[in-house]
């Protein structure tokens, strides 16, 4: 299994980011998918979740509203749009492989490397 994550970096208060995490070495459509991140000196927490078919998603309170969960099962990819960003989404984002087809609750299965997002003035 490998989850390869791109699109971090570096961006003001208020500005968007496109997070995007290519999957290998399993069947991406049989899985669901999720975003963790983790800030300096915090503990790794759940961003969002998305159900095997991309039908079904779930966000933590902190990004609802603001974030958006997607994949393209024929790509083999999943996707963290980031919308109005604050200086509190500041953190390392993971992409995750669950263990089964459904999301909640999340059973991290394997993880990728992390993408930096540094959001700053």
């Known amino acids: 299994v490998q989850l390869v994550e791109s699109g971090g970096g570096l961006v003001q208060p208020g500005g968007s980011l496109t997070l995007s995490c290519v999957a290998s070495?399993?069947?991406?459509?049989?899985?669901?998918m999720s975003w963790y991140r983790q800030a300096p000196g915090k503990e790794r927490e759940l961003v969002a979740g998305?159900?095997?078919?991309?039908?079904?998603?779930k966000y933590a309170d902190s990004v609802k509203g603001r974030f958006t969960i997607s994949r393209d099962n024929v790509a083999k990819t999943v996707y963290l749009q980031m919308n109005s960003l604050k200086p509190e989404d500041t953190a390392v984002y993971y992409c995750?492989?669950?263990?089964?087809?459904?999301?909640?609750?999340?059973?991290?299965?394997?993880w990728g490397q992390g993408t930096q997002v540094t959001v700053s003035s």
């Open positions: 070495g399993f069947t991406f459509s049989t899985y669901a």
């Open positions: 995750v492989k669950e263990r089964y087809w459904y999301y909640d609750p999340s059973r991290p299965d394997y």
């Open positions: 998305i159900a095997s078919g991309g039908s079904n998603s």
